[in-house]
C-alpha cells in the first residue's frame, strides 16, 4: 500500500481545484473591469451629449438633429453593455456584489439617456420613441416579454428599450417607478402611460402611434432614417 | 452564496479530478515499464509454462473453428498448448463443426447439456493438467504473439496469480463498433494503470491467464449474475492473490454490432457489477484489501455516479434549450432568431468549465497512452464522436437501468 500516491494525489487535486477557480476569478474580473470600462466610456458620452445639449439651448433644432445621429446614438451601446451584464449575472450569480454594482451603474445610465432622449424629443419634436420596461426575479412573464421587446427592437430601430430590475437598489430608480406608479412586473411605460403584466407583439405594437405612421412614410424621420440606414448595410 | 447544487457538482468535479491524477501518477512512477522501446527477449523454449485454453461455446459453430485455428497459430512452443472445448448444450451445428479436432491429441471436446457460460468453465476445469489455465472467447481472435507476451510474467513472478490481457475491438463495421473501438483502448490504459497498483477491477473472460492452483485454493466459477469473471476477480482480491495486466498480450474481439446488443451487454455488465459489488461490500474502502478495496471499487462506483450526474445535467439543459426554443417559435414566430457574433467575452469562465476541461484532456491523453501501449498504428480519431455520443448519452442509461433492476431485483437475461 502506497499511501504516498494518495496524498500527493489529494495535494495536485487541490492545486488543480484551486487553480480553477483563481484562474476564473480572474477571467471574470477582466470581464467585469471590460464592463466598467464600457460603463464609464458611456457615462462619459451622456455627459458630453448633455453638455452639448446645454450649449445648443439658444440654437435651432435643425442644428442638434443635424448632429443627432453622433450625439444620441448610444442606445445599442446600453444593449451591447446589457447583453454582457446579463452573461455575467448568469455566470456568477445575480447576488455576486460586482453583478450588482454594474447593474445599478447600468440602470443610472439608462435613466440619464432616456431624460436625455426625452428632452430631445420634446424640444425638437423628433419621433423618439422609449419603452420603459420594469422586469424582476422569479417572473415567468419577464422572460416571455424580453423576447417580445428583442423583436420590437429588431424590427423598429428607432425604439429604445431601458431595462428595470425593480431589485436593483438605486433611489433613482425608485424615483422613476413611482412616478410612473409601477407595483409589478413586468410592467411597460410607453409615452408616460403604464401597461402592466405580459404584452404581446401586436399589443406593444397599438400603444405606440407612431408605428402606423413609420409604415405609412416611407421617408422616415432623420433618426429612423439614420438607423434605418445602418441596419439595411448589414443585410 | 453557493446553494446545494453548486456544492455537489464541486465535490464530484473534485473527485473526478482525483481519479484522473492518481492514474497520471501512476503512469509517470511507471512510465519506463509500458515503453515500446522496451526490447522483447523470448525465453528458451524449456522455460515456457504449459497452457490450456477454456473454451465454452454456445451456437458459435463457425467462430469456433476460426477461434481454435488463432489459437493454433499462436507463436507457442506446440507441446505447451492445449484447448478444452466445452459445447454448452448447443443447438446448432457447433458440436459438429468441433468434430473436425476428435483426433487432435491437443484438444478435448466436452459436452454438456446448457446450463451457462459458468458451468460450461467449471466443466472444463477437471480436465486441466497444465501449470496454466486460459480463459478465452469464441469470438475472439488472438494475437500471434500474446502468450510469448504474457507467460514470461508467470515465469519471472511466482507469486503471480491472475494476468489480465489487453482486448481490443478489430475490425469494427457498425458505429457501435467503432464507439467501442475508443472506448477499449482507452480502457487498456486504465487497466494497465490498475494492475500496476495491484487493482485490476476485472480479468476480462475474454482473454486471460491464470495459475492452475487458483482454482484449487479457491474453487470454480459461479453463476454471479452472469459477470462470472467479475466475480472472480473479487474472490482473488479477497484470497489477496496478485493480479496483474499485461498491455501487450492483445486480442480482438467483434464487440456486439449493434445498439440493442449492446444495451444487453453492458446492463448485464453494469448490473452484475453492482450485485457482485454488494455481495464483496466489505473490501469497498477496506485498506485490508489494498489498491482494489481503496481505489479500484470506490472509483468504479464513483464513475457510474459521475455518469448519471453529468447525462441528467446535460439533459436537463438540453431539454430546457428545446423548451425555451419553443416558447420563443411560440411568441414571435421564426425568422426572429439573430445570431450574435462571435466574442471571446462570452465564453464560459466558470471554475467547474475550467476543471471539465482538465478532465477532457486527462482522458484524452489516457486514449492516446492506451493506444501507444496496445500498439494501435492506424488512425482511428475520426470515430472519437461515436464514443463521445454512445458513452455520454447511452452509457448512463443502461447504468440507471442497472441500478433500477438491482433496486427492484429484476432478471437480466444473458444476451
Known amino acids: 500500500m502506497n499511501w504516498k500516491r494518495y496524498i500527493y494525489t489529494f495535494i495536485i487535486t487541490l492545486i488543480i481545484f484551486t487553480f480553477s477557480l483563481w484562474l476564473s476569478n480572474r477571467f471574470n474580473d477582466e470581464k467585469i473591469n471590460t464592463l466598467r470600462d464600457i460603463g464609464s466610456q458611456i457615462s462619459l458620452d451622456i455627459l458630453s451629449a448633455e453638455t452639448r445639449f446645454s450649449l445648443l439651448q439658444k440654437t435651432s433644432c435643425e442644428h442638434i438633429i443635424d448632429q443627432a445621429s453622433s450625439t444620441i446614438g448610444f442606445n445599442t451601446e446600453l444593449q451591447d453593455l446589457a447583453a454582457r451584464i446579463k452573461f455575467m449575472e448568469n455566470q456568477l450569480g445575480y447576488q455576486n456584489p460586482d453583478v450588482v454594482a454594474l447593474k445599478k451603474n447600468y440602470t443610472l445610465l439608462q435613466i440619464k439617456d432616456y431624460l436625455l432622449n426625452k428632452e430631445y424629443h420634446d424640444r425638437c419634436k423628433q419621433d423618439v420613441v422609449s419603452i420603459l420596461y420594469f422586469h424582476g426575479l422569479d417572473c415567468k412573464a419577464c422572460s416571455d416579454q424580453s423576447i417580445i421587446l428583442d423583436k420590437i427592437i429588431s424590427d423598429y430601430p428607432e425604439i429604445r428599450v431601458y431595462y428595470f430590475d425593480i431589485n436593483t437598489n438605486t433611489p433613482a430608480l425608485a424615483t422613476l417607478s413611482s412616478v410612473f406608479k409601477v407595483t409589478s412586473t413586468p410592467s411597460l411605460v410607453i409615452n408616460d402611460k403604464i401597461h402592466p403584466g405580459f404584452q404581446s407583439v401586436a399589443k406593444v405594437e397599438s400603444y405606440i402611434p407612431e408605428i402606423k405612421q413609420w409604415k405609412k412614410d416611407k421617408i422616415k424621420a432623420p433618426v429612423a432614417a439614420s438607423t434605418t440606414s445602418t441596419t439595411s448595410k448589414k443585410k | ?415
Open chain 2, 1 to 415: 452564496m453557493a446553494n446545494a447544487f453548486e456544492i455537489v457538482y464541486a465535490m464530484i468535479m473534485f473527485l473526478a479530478i482525483y481519479v484522473q491524477v492518481f492514474f497520471l501518477l501512476v503512469f509517470f512512477e511507471n512510465k519506463q515499464k509500458v515503453s515500446r522501446r522496451i526490447v522483447h527477449v523470448d525465453l528458451p523454449d524449456h522455460q515456457y509454462l504449459s497452457v490450456s485454453f477454456l473454451l465454452p461455446v454456445w451456437n458459435e459453430g463457425t467462430t469456433t473453428r476460426d477461434t481454435i485455428e488463432s489459437i493454433f497459430a499462436l507463436d507457442y512452443p506446440e507441446e505447451k498448448l492445449h484447448i478444452i472445448a466445452v459445447d454448452d448444450g448447443s443447438t446448432d451445428d457447433s458440436w459438429h463443426i468441433m468434430q473436425q479436432y476428435k483426433n487432435n491429441p491437443r484438444v478435448t471436446l466436452l459436452q454438456k447439456e446448457n446450463g451457462g457460460k459458468h458451468t460450461a468453465l467449471n466443466f472444463a476445469l477437471p480436465h486441466v493438467k497444465t501449470d496454466l489455465v486460459v480463459s478465452f472467447d469464441a469470438d475472439t481472435q488472438i494475437m500471434p504473439d500474446a502468450l510469448k507476451k504474457a507467460i514470461p510474467h508467470f515465469v519471472h513472478d511466482a507469486q503471480l496469480m491472475a494476468l489480465g490481457g489487453t482486448v481490443l475491438i478489430g475490425n469494427p463495421r457498425t458505429y457501435i463498433q467503432k464507439a467501442q473501438e475508443i472506448e477499449y483502448q482507452t480502457f487498456s490504459f486504465t487497466k494497465k494503470m490498475l494492475g500496476f497498483i495491484g487493482g485490476v477491477l476485472v480479468v476480462p473472460g475474454a482473454f486471460s491467464v491464470f495459475r492452475r492452483e487458483v482454482f484449487e485454493k479457491i474453487g470454480g466459477y459461479k453463476k454471479a449474475y452472469n459477470l462470472e469473471d467479475a466475480e472472480l476477480t473479487m474472490r482473488m482480491h479477497q484470497y489477496g492473490m496478485k493480479i496483474d495486466h499485461c498491455h501487450d498480450a492483445i486480442v480482438k474481439t467483434k464487440g456486439p454490432d449493434t445498439f440493442k446488443r449492446l444495451y444487453k451487454q453492458r446492463l448485464r455488465w453494469s448490473y452484475g457489477f453492482i450485485k457482485n459489488m454488494i455481495d464483496y461490500k466489505k473490501i469497498f474502502l477496506n485498506r485490508k484489501y489494498g489498491n482494489f478495496g481503496l481505489f479500484t471499487l470506490p472509483m468504479s462506483v464513483f464513475t457510474y455516479v459521475l455518469l448519471v450526474f453529468v447525462f441528467m445535467y446535460s439533459l436537463y439543459k438540453v431539454s430546457y434549450g428545446f423548451i425555451s426554443y419553443i416558447h420563443k417559435l411560440y411568441l414571435i414566430g421564426f425568422g426572429n432568431f439573430q445570431f450574435g457574433s462571435w466574442d471571446p467575452f462570452f465564453l464560459d469562465a466558470k471554475a467547474t468549465t475550467i476543471m471539465s476541461l482538465f478532465i477532457y484532456a486527462a482522458i484524452f491523453a489516457g486514449f492516446l497512452m492506451g493506444r501507444h501501449m496496445s500498439r494501435v498504428t492506424h488512425s482511428n480519431f475520426h470515430n472519437i464522436p461515436y464514443f463521445i455520443i454512445v458513452y455520454g448519452y447511452f452509457a448512463p442509461i443502461w447504468v440507471m437501468k442497472s441500478i433500477y433492476d438491482w433496486i427492484f431485483s429484476q432478471k437480466v437475461t444473458w444476451r
